[in-house]
């Protein structure tokens, strides 16, 4: 089993950044990619952003080029979403995900002035 800590998330401005951290513990032994996704109100949850184990790749959706930014910690089993230039269509409740089977409780995130 995994265990993901989701932290960072809050009430931000538009405009504003925030970061967001994912902390996995348990059996974090094999090599995994992590991945953020997003569900809005009344919205389907989406994909926002994922890196590879060794941090060296990542893809992110069209909608957060640009302005988001996912790294992974030295350690391997963190994982951070950098957001910037953030607008109220990015507020959502962000979850976490490891290896594409384990998911956090997920955090708040809202842009609202």
């Known amino acids: 089993q995994v265990q993901l800590a989701e932290s960072g998330g809050g009430l931000v401005r538009p405009g504003g950044s925030l970061r967001l951290s994912c902390a996995a513990s348990g059996r974090t032994t094999s090599i995994y990619t992590m991945a953020w996704f997003r569900q809005a109100p009344g919205k389907e949850r989406e994909f926002v952003a994922a890196v590879s184990w060794s941090g060296s790749r990542s893809l992110l959706a069209d909608s957060v080029k640009g302005r988001f930014t996912i790294s992974r910690g030295n350690n391997g089993n963190t994982a951070y979403l950098q957001m910037n230039s953030m607008n109220p269509e990015d507020t959502a409740v962000y979850y976490c995900?490891?290896?594409?089977?384990?998911w956090g409780q997920g955090t708040q995130v809202t842009v609202s002035s």
């Open positions: 995900v490891f290896g594409g089977t384990y």
